[in-house]
């Protein structure tokens, strides 16, 4: 199959760590190298470099180069504008030269963390063997639910389905799936978990590029011809961004996969963690005998269940509890880990106010 990796969010939610010139794939939260270099040797054995393409900003284009050696330069595309991911990912398909466009193409974010990774790719290839057959435009990746969470979107099943780690060898994996449902509030997020038919949406999508077009065109006509006008040979760099900027910025998610009668899901038990904030952070780390999880020159006296993490200098916590303590060269963030989540409230509030040094 062909992989290809988002890269070009900011991780707000991972501020004070997480800037604009490097934000979280290019961090390395949990040791071994970044998330994104992770992403690209997780799909490896899949796609292989020559067949690994990676859509970042204009901005990240030279930083994401550096953390992917491996890969051509021709294959790490810099949108010239952030726009979400369905102008991203049609862009990015368009791109392609026309033999790959009509291959599988599995499309996942940058900075998630997978801890079985055999796993992780037996669940990617169900899924393309389900877009092979034709038995759906679309498949994605589901997560058994491990807590009611209400930051995710929900993939419901039509029958409760079982993680292909439980039962691999076994024909098929795949089931249909009967409407996504995003961020729920905390009592239907509850039912959901309890539910055995809904899933977290991993936001991870296998389809074949002349597929997924085409379905740009019946259900996202405008941002289908914007796309078309971007691929004209003749365009100047100034015309390229004008026309980027003007594409509707939607998700993939909202604009087309909510859209779609023919969609399947693959349920991966993988130990999965989309790392989206400090608090997600610390369900990846190990932790200490008083549920304390730590990175860098930290200490911790009388306080339990915390992240603790020092990127600079040292943290010290006394007779707390629930915390995420972090510490940078110029900011300290301390938040609850139930409210980790609000982070980018503060880098809202850091741009209303012009602290362009620290963002």
């Not at 992989?3 to 961090?27: D, M």
């Not at 990015?92 to 900075?111: F, G, K, L, Y």
């Not at 899901?265 to 989309?274: E, F, I, L, P, S």
């Not at 301390?334 to 362009?356: H, I, S, Y």
Request: hydrophobic share 45%; glycine share 10%.
């Amino acid at each position: 199959m062909i992989g290809l990796i988002l890269a070009g969010g900011i991780g707000s939610r991972f501020w004070p760590l997480s800037r604009r010139r490097r934000p979280k794939q290019l961090l390395d939260l949990l040791g071994g190298g970044s998330l994104v270099a992770a992403t690209a040797r997780r799909i490896e054995p899949l796609c292989g470099a020559e067949r690994t393409w990676v859509c970042t900003t204009e901005a990240l284009a030279a930083a994401v180069a550096a953390e992917l050696p491996g890969l051509d330069a021709s294959r790490i595309l810099g949108e010239p504008s952030g726009r979400n991911t369905a102008p991203a990912i049609g862009w990015a398909v368009r791109t392609m030269p026309e033999a790959a466009r009509r291959e599988v193409i599995a499309v996942m974010p940058s900075d998630h963390w997978v801890a079985d990774e055999d796993a992780f790719r037996e669940a990617l290839s169900r899924g393309a063997a389900a877009v092979e057959r034709g038995d759906h435009d679309v498949v994605t990746v589901g997560i058994a639910p491990a807590w009611p969470e209400t930051g995710y979107g929900y993939l419901e099943l039509e029958a409760p389905a079982e993680p292909l780690s439980v039962a691999r060898g076994a024909p098929g994996g795949v089931e249909p799936v009967l409407r996504f449902t995003e961020k729920p509030d905390a009592e239907t997020a509850a039912r959901f978990k309890a539910s055995g038919r809904h899933f977290w949406n991993a936001g991870i999508f296998l389809f074949r590029g002349t597929v997924l077009l085409d379905l740009y065109r019946e259900h996202l006509p405008e941002l289908a011809a914007g796309i078309e006008r971007l691929a004209a040979d003749d365009l100047g760099a100034d015309r390229r961004r004008e026309i980027y900027a003007g594409l509707e910025s939607v998700s993939i998610d909202y604009g087309l996969m909510e859209r779609l009668d023919s969609i399947g899901c693959v349920v991966a038990d993988c130990g999965w963690n989309d790392i989206g904030s400090w608090g997600l952070l610390a369900e990846a780390l190990p932790a200490d005998g008083d549920g304390n999880r730590t990175v860098g020159d930290t200490f911790a006296v009388d306080a339990r269940d915390n992240l603790l993490f020092a990127d600079e200098g040292a943290v010290a916590v006394i007779g707390v509890e629930g915390l995420a303590v972090v510490r940078t060269g110029d900011s300290v963030l301390v938040v609850p880990r139930e409210r980790a989540q609000d982070v980018r409230e503060v880098v809202e509030r850091l741009v209303a106010r012009g602290r362009l040094d620290l963002l």
